[in-house]
């Protein structure tokens, strides 16, 4: 069974950082590639980033250059590390694991966290 718990949510204002952490397990880690997705109130889910088991990563257009996802295998954790936000970017983020092309956009998550929610507003 893989776990995936979502933490690092808040209010910030436009321009700002977050950073979000997606604990789970150094198996999940070596196994599958790990994402983000997002969710906007009457939108629907859509892709952010993913990381490869062996390291690739892949973001969206609408957040490339501003965010940056990254693993620690230590702390068996995926980061999510958002700066310039914007009001776009206000959305419940979720972390999900699975079958994945490293460093392309081909990912298949099977398995989904509880979202945190990131509100983005002056």
């Known amino acids: 069974q893989v776990q995936l718990v979502e933490s690092g949510g808040g209010l910030v204002q436009p321009g700002g950082s977050l950073r979000l952490s997606c604990a789970t397990s150094e198996r999940t880690l070596r196994t599958y590639s790990v994402g983000w997705f997002r969710q906007a109130p009457g939108k629907e889910r859509e892709f952010v980033a993913v990381i ?8 969206a257009n609408s957040v490339k250059g501003r965010f940056s996802i990254a693993r620690d295998i230590a702390q068996t954790t995926v ?14 983020y979720f972390c999900a694991a699975g079958a994945g092309k490293s460093g392309t956009g081909w990912f298949k998550p099977r398995w989904w966290g509880q979202g945190t929610q990131v509100t983005v507003s002056s």
Do not use: P
Not at 79 to 92: E, F, G, K
């Open 52 to 59: 490869s088991e062996i390291g690739g990563t892949f973001y």
């Open 79 to 92: 980061s999510l590390q958002m700066n310039s936000l914007i009001l776009d970017d206000t959305a419940v």
